[in-house]
């Protein structure tokens, strides 16, 4: 019988590579806090309806990629392919927004079923952040704040900001009209995907990455022409803000974003890389979404960001998971003593792998080399009949020695701390 293999898209997190996402996850709740936002945790399976009128029917997400099927009452449910539509739908049942303004975060899973590729799988983890209440372009700048100093703080390098206006729907829809009939003087022309959202979803083209499509877009209508007074004056107030904080951007009149309920903001962070596997965090004003799930007019923005990228991209130098301290025993009365030592550190924070089963001193020793510990705590024969303890630096030329039992967590604290000093070259 063959082996079961994980589905496509669908990857499995090791143990290796787990402790570079627990660091990163301890950062990323620790900047939310700072910014006094506060964690909410969503459904993973939501209606079908929610993503379709929140994100758009005409969109490449809801048209393509969900995973969506009948449950066994027949209705329609859906795997969430991003989580701002499940924030705002939460906040509206359980009265979060009823006059009150709210920040809130969120961390987890998502699904889309896109062709897999590195750094972008079908079930993808993101994190993100939702300011819902506030009108003015501080809260914007705030946000853009926020995301900047997580990448200080993953040790990431800046990637560039690129920044735009989409201005409100009637604005919008006037560009669009202007664009379409632009567009479909080079429909055959254009590529397929361009051809399909020309009637679809237009404002999609200006994100084309194909060649002859971007050369088409250069003589293209502008967004910004068709722009209303308010949110002309919204964005200037923006980019004055950046200014003052000293927060560098580009402003990319092609930038837009795939799903139908933003407005006036859009942002992404790109770092290097080709297409849209180059944006590591993207988001934007969404004013109109509160109304169109059933709740009054409120203005809201966030972002999201793909975990499994930031993974890959950050150089957090990681908490080691490995153990500390090994502990070798030899004998019945040695492994008794052994594991009251070694519940002793850990009630020091210290981290312990206590030998288990059978085995020489030379055997143990090596299981303790490989596992990277710091420091070898020996109990033989000898220091079993004499209640002691011989501690062993693996990593450093300090010789062993051997202490009473009662000393040994002082001594063995005693010692990793030295051996971190050397390490670090700190003599």
């Given at each position: ?38 964690e909410?945790?969503l459904?993973i ?56 303004q ?5 961390m ?35 946000t ?46 254009l ?68 799903l ?8 992404e ?20 979404l ?17 975990l ?48 288990c ?70 003599h």
């Open positions: 019988m063959s082996p079961i293999q994980s589905i496509k898209g669908m990857n499995d997190i090791l143990p290796d590579t787990v402790t570079a996402w627990q660091r990163m996850e301890d950062i990323l709740k620790q900047v939310f806090s700072a910014y006094a936002y506060h909410i945790r459904p399976m939501e209606k079908t309806d929610l993503f379709a009128r929140s994100i758009g029917e005409d969109t490449d997400i809801v048209g393509k990629e969900m995973y969506t099927f009948e449950d066994r009452n027949g209705e329609s449910v859906t795997l969430r392919p991003e989580a701002t539509a499940s924030c705002i739908r939460a906040g509206l049942e359980h009265g979060l927004f009823h006059n009150r709210r920040r809130l975060w969120y987890g899973p998502m699904f889309r079923h896109e062709r897999p590729q590195r750094g972008r799988y079908r079930q993808f983890h993101q994190a993100g952040v939702e300011a819902v209440g506030w009108a003015g372009p501080d809260i914007d700048a705030e853009i704040a926020l995301s900047r100093r997580l990448w200080r703080e993953l040790n990431i390098p800046t990637p560039r900001l690129e920044i735009n206006s989409l201005g409100e729907t009637d604005s919008r829809c006037r560009y669009r009209a202007k664009l379409v009939e632009y567009l479909e003087k080079y429909r055959e022309e590529d397929p995907d361009s051809q399909r959202r020309l009637t679809e979803n237009p404002l999609r083209i200006l994100d084309s990455k194909h060649t002859h499509t971007r050369q088409i877009l250069r003589d293209a209508p502008k967004l910004s022409t068709y722009l209303d007074h308010a949110s002309s004056e919204h964005f200037e107030g923006l980019l004055g803000l950046l200014d003052e904080m000293g927060i560098e951007y580009t402003v990319n009149p092609r930038l837009v974003r795939g139908d309920y933003y407005s006036r903001t859009v942002f962070w790109v770092g290097e890389g080709r297409g849209a596997q180059a944006t590591v965090c993207a988001g934007g004003r969404y004013d109109g509160v109304e169109v799930l059933g709740g009054q007019s409120t203005p809201a923005i966030g972002f999201a960001m793909g499994e990228r930031l993974v890959e991209a950050a150089r957090v130098q990681s908490a080691k998971s490995g153990p500390e301290v090994f502990v070798i025993v030899v004998g019945g009365r040695a492994k008794r003593q052994g594991m009251e030592q070694a519940e002793r550190l850990r009630d020091r924070g210290c981290r312990v792998q206590l030998h089963g059978d085995g020489t001193m030379k055997s143990q020793m090596r299981k303790a080399d490989r596992s990277g510990a710091r420091v070898a705590v020996i109990i033989g024969e000898d220091e079993s009949a004499g209640r002691l303890v011989t501690i062993k630096s693996l990593r450093t030329d300090i010789e062993q020695y051997t202490v009473r039992e009662d000393r040994a967590p002082e001594a063995i604290a005693e010692l990793l701390a030295k051996t971190s000093d050397r390490e670090d070259g700190i």
